[in-house]
């Protein structure tokens, strides 16, 4: 049985029935930035959040959507654990580092890839890395409105949910400006 699901298997992805699309950084290529074609050149430039030249863990960890703990549409989500964290970055640093500084190099990159290398899945999604605004219009906006849509075309779940997480956001951050203010200065509701 084993053989004809092998054989079966192999007969599927010789004829295109998996492409190099279904590898996780071409889905999340497609889903979180609207790319389809792109070089392992770009890829890692996309993902070096701070232009250093290297992925360092915290760029490892957004680029999985291991920091987030909102999903595209603002709800919550169950936080990454720091055992996941740490599983996630030792993978990829495990695959890579061939220098051991602790992160990837571009060099490091690109010799990984041209070598048939893929980054790993670890079931995390499509790593959402995004703010909450831009992850909500990518993953909705983009899919269901358009700029002439008004106010009242915005009623699915997710625009309800994303409005309600924009007052909440919006109500937090005035409270958070009256924190240095002294108390006997602040207005009282």
Excluded: C
Excluded at 112 to 120: K, M, Y
């Amino acid at each position: 049985m084993k053989n004809i699901f092998r054989f079966a298997l192999t007969l599927f992805l010789s004829f295109g029935g998996l492409s190099a699309a279904e590898s996780w950084a071409a889905t999340h290529m497609q889903e979180e930035h609207n790319i389809e074609n792109y070089d392992a050149g770009s890829f890692f430039a996309l993902h070096d959040s701070d232009n250093s030249h290297y992925w360092t863990k915290q760029d490892i960890l957004s680029l999985y959507g291991a920091l987030h703990t909102v999903d595209p549409t603002g709800h919550r989500k169950e936080a990454i654990t720091a055992e996941e964290q740490n599983k996630v970055y030792d993978t990829v640093i495990g695959l890579m580092d061939t220098d051991k500084d602790g992160s990837v190099s571009l060099d490091e990159w690109l010799a990984f890839t041209q070598q048939g290398g893929e980054l790993p899945d670890f079931g995390l999604g499509p790593g959402h890395h995004g703010d909450v605004e831009y992850e909500y219009e990518i993953h909705h906006w983009l899919k269901y409105h358009s700029e002439d849509d008004s106010d009242e075309n915005l009623n699915h779940a997710e625009d309800i949910e994303h409005e309600k997480l924009f007052h909440h956001m919006e109500d937090q951050a005035i409270k958070d400006q009256h924190i240095n203010i002294p108390l006997k200065f602040r207005v009282q509701d």
